[in-house]
């Protein structure tokens, strides 16, 4: 993706909800503009880098997450029900109030099992 194209995704993104984070992904060679708080129920983002956004409050029901790189993302208060959740990486990060199934985490790579940085203390597991 072009840098004009990513500028063009991003000054719609900002008019459109001002106060609202947003990042640029591309998957499988086209632009996919993820909000603070959107709804993205079933979007494949397998092997995406989302490093470091801010995905507080979005909907990512049914997603396909598989080999995404989580580190450093904000998914405060996220619902990730029956999300694929293998192979991501999370390392550092925001998770305070996500919803995941029960299981959910068992094929990520959390630090290498470990929940440094990661605030794990009000995950609803269900």
Same mark, same amino acid.
């Given at each position: 993706?072009?840098?004009?194209?990513?500028?063009?995704?991003?000054?719609?993104?900002?008019?459109? /909800?001002?106060?609202?984070?947003?990042?640029?992904?591309?998957?499988?060679?086209?632009?996919?503009?993820?909000?603070?708080?959107?709804?993205?129920?079933? !979007?494949?983002?397998?092997?995406?880098?989302?490093?470091?956004?801010?995905?507080?409050?979005? !909907?990512?029901?049914?997603?396909?997450?598989?080999? /995404?790189?989580? /580190?450093?993302?904000?998914?405060?208060?996220?619902?990730?029900?029956?999300?694929?959740?293998?192979?991501?990486?999370?390392?550092?990060?925001?998770?305070?109030? !996500?919803?995941?199934?029960?299981?959910?985490?068992?094929?990520?790579?959390?630090?290498? /099992?470990?929940?440094?940085?990661?605030?794990?203390?009000? !995950?609803?597991?269900?």
């Amino acid at each position: 993706m072009k840098l004009s194209e990513k500028l063009g995704y991003i000054i719609s993104e900002a008019f459109s /909800s001002p106060f609202k984070d947003s990042v640029v992904v591309e998957v499988k060679g086209e632009s996919v503009v993820l909000r603070e708080g959107g709804n993205y129920t079933g !979007i494949n983002l397998e092997g995406v880098d989302l490093r470091g956004a801010n995905l507080d409050g979005t !909907i990512l029901v049914n997603a396909n997450l598989k080999n /995404s790189n989580l /580190s450093r993302v904000n998914l405060r208060n996220a619902n990730l029900h029956g999300a694929n959740l293998d192979g991501v990486v999370i390392l550092g990060g925001d998770m305070t109030g !996500i919803q995941l199934d029960s299981g959910a985490l068992d094929a990520a790579n959390v630090m290498d /099992s470990s929940t440094i940085g990661i605030n794990l203390d009000e !995950i609803e597991v269900k």
